[in-house]
């Protein structure tokens, strides 16, 4: 059985590592604020096994006005299984979860190769592509709720 449940910063770790961290210490997985009260992390479940992972932190942008802002990190799929809708589901899942609590805007940034994935689920470009060291080019990305 499939489904998407609330999951701890350690149940992340492993999809993390393998798919966002490849070949790093597990150590790189972890992110600022990921234990804070207000940050959740979400799982997708396949037969028991979480095969995708995503996190919100509740964390302002300066760049945009709004209030109740919230930052998504950490979106992978394990590669077997990416392509198959599971990502959008988790995207869906965050955007749910944010509106009930009142969420005005998403934002986050988006490896380039990753760009299209969020165009399609209805997200923006803001500014101009900059490098993350050790990871790649990115480019802001936000929506509205
Ligand atoms: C990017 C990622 C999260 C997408 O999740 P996924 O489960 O593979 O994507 P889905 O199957 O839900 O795809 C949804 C749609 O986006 C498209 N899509 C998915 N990944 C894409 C990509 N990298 N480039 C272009 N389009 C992509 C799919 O073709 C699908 O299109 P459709 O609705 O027209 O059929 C996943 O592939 C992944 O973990 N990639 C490696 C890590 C990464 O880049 N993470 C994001 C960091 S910002």
Avoid at 1 to 14: A, R, V, Y
Avoid at 46 to 52: E, L, P, Y
Avoid at 58 to 85: D, H, V
């Amino acid at each position: 059985m499939n489904m998407i449940k609330e999951i701890t910063t350690q149940e992340t770790f492993l999809v993390r590592n393998l798919v966002l961290r490849s070949g790093k210490p597990v150590e790189t997985c972890f992110f600022d604020g990921d234990n804070l009260e207000q940050t959740k992390h979400f799982g997708y479940f396949d037969n028991g096994n979480i095969i995708g992972v995503v996190s919100v932190y509740k964390n302002k942008n300066s760049i945009f006005k709004f209030p109740n802002q919230y930052q998504i990190r950490g979106m992978a799929i394990l590669e077997e299984f990416q392509g198959s809708g599971c990502g959008k589901l988790l995207v869906k899942h965050c955007e749910g979860y944010l509106t009930s609590n009142y969420a005005n805007l998403i934002w986050f940034n988006a490896r380039e190769t990753a760009v299209t994935f969020y165009e399609k689920l209805g997200y923006t470009k803001n500014g101009f592509p900059f490098p993350i060291a050790d990871v790649g080019i990115h480019f802001l990305m936000f929506k509205n709720l």
